[in-house]
Every structure is written in C-alpha cells, then in structure tokens.
C-alpha cells in the first residue's frame, strides 16, 4: 500500500464546476504539499499545510491530522486549471502521491 | 529572484553510458533535493543535499550518486546507464528546513536508448 493515497485518478469536469481531489496518507508528516504539474513538466508548490486551511485564489487546501487527510477544492474551475495535481507528505523527505489527472472541459 | 534552473533540458544517452545533470538553485537556498519521475512510478525522491552533504537519500542503487558545491549548485550523476533510467529528472530548492517550501525546476528529460 502505497504511503500516499490520491482520488481521483483521473477527474474530467466543465468549466464553472467544484473540483475536490483527496489525499490520505498512513505515515506520520510534518508538512502536507498540494503540487500543480502541467504539460510539459515543470512543476509549482500550491500549498504547504501543516493544520487547517489555506486559500489561495480559487484554490482551498484543508488537512485533518487526526484523520491523515487532505483535500485541495477548485471553486469556479477553469480549462486552464487542466493538470495534474499531486499529494505529498514530508517526513524528513518528500514522499508523492501518483497524481489527479484534472481535465476541465469549457 | 531566478528560479530553479537545470541543465540540459533534454538528453540522449545510450545503455552503459553516464550522465551528469546539474542544478542551481535559487540564490540563497542551501538545500538541494532530486527526483526522478517516471509513468510508471511517479514521482520518487532520489536525495537531498545541504551545505555540500547528502542529508537524506531514496531508495535508489548505488549508481546513482550526487553531489552540492560550496555555491549550493548541485549535480546528479547516472553510471552505466539502463533503459529503465529514461525519466524526466527533477530539483528542487528551499532555504533549508524540512518545513519549507521547494521550488522546482523544469526538469531534465533522460532519455536511454
């Protein structure tokens, strides 16, 4: 089982939609990171969690440490939105989830 | 600020061969961290570097090595290349707490022939 669990794999939605992806994670972390990757590869940091909730835009990250879980929502969702969206936990390195694939369709 | 840069972008090598790829990290980051993405397996953290010593290291074999300068610019070895090596490789920076943020760079694409 792998440490770092994401749901969806694969996400299509229209424009204007609420997106939540999911993360959980089984091992015990000092940072939760949502990523953003798009074509091409490079990729940005979204969020750094270590408790609660983040907003940044129309992106909201939120982490429950007791459950082991995160989620990164998408308000007014955008066909530039389209990427690949990426949990990963620190515990004295960065350990990924295998990704979301959002496709948001106009 | 610059960001994260990464040289070469691209990369042909052939099986047995070596490599070297290079970093540099935003000014003033100590930390340097690498990884290898594949379809495959995702994301994978080969190691970490800060203030020229390996902090942290992946579940990589041996041939796989690096190193960071005194100028926090760091490189990435791959002796006797095999097929399954072809990967887009990845750094990232930060100022140095495990906490902090990384910054990526846009990768290095390995492709083994």
């Known amino acids: 089982k792998n440490e770092v669990e994401q749901s969806p794999q694969n996400l299509t939605a229209q424009e204007g939609e609420f997106i939540t992806i999911n993360c959980s994670y089984s091992?015990?972390?000092?940072?939760l990171h949502w990523l953003q990757q798009h074509p091409g590869g490079g990729i940005v940091s979204l969020f750094m969690?270590?408790?609660g909730k983040k907003k940044h835009g129309r992106l909201i990250a939120t982490i429950n440490i007791q459950e082991k879980h995160s989620s990164l929502h998408i308000t007014a969702s955008h066909p530039r939105d389209s990427a690949v969206y990426i949990c990963?936990?620190?515990?004295?390195?960065?350990?990924f989830g295998t990704g979301t694939r959002l496709t948001i369709i106009p | 600020k610059a960001g994260v840069t990464q040289t070469p972008r691209y990369l042909i090598k052939t099986r047995g061969q070596q490599v070297t790829l290079s970093c540099s990290p935003i000014s003033g980051h100590r930390s340097v961290s690498w990884y290898q993405q594949t379809p495959g397996q995702g994301l994978q953290f080969l190691f970490e570097?800060?203030?020229?010593?390996?902090?942290n290291k992946g579940n990589f074999p041996g041939r796989f090595s690096g190193r960071q300068f005194s100028n926090s610019r760091s490189e990435m070895n791959v002796s006797t290349l095999e097929l399954g090596d072809s990967a887009l490789y990845l750094c990232a920076s930060r100022g140095g707490g495990l906490t902090d943020t990384q910054y990526f760079g846009p990768g290095t694409r390995l492709t083994v022939l």
């Open positions: 091992v015990g972390i000092s940072a």
């Open positions: 990963a936990v620190t515990n004295e390195k960065l350990t």
């Open positions: 969690l270590s408790s």
């Open positions: 570097y800060f203030s020229e010593t390996q902090r």
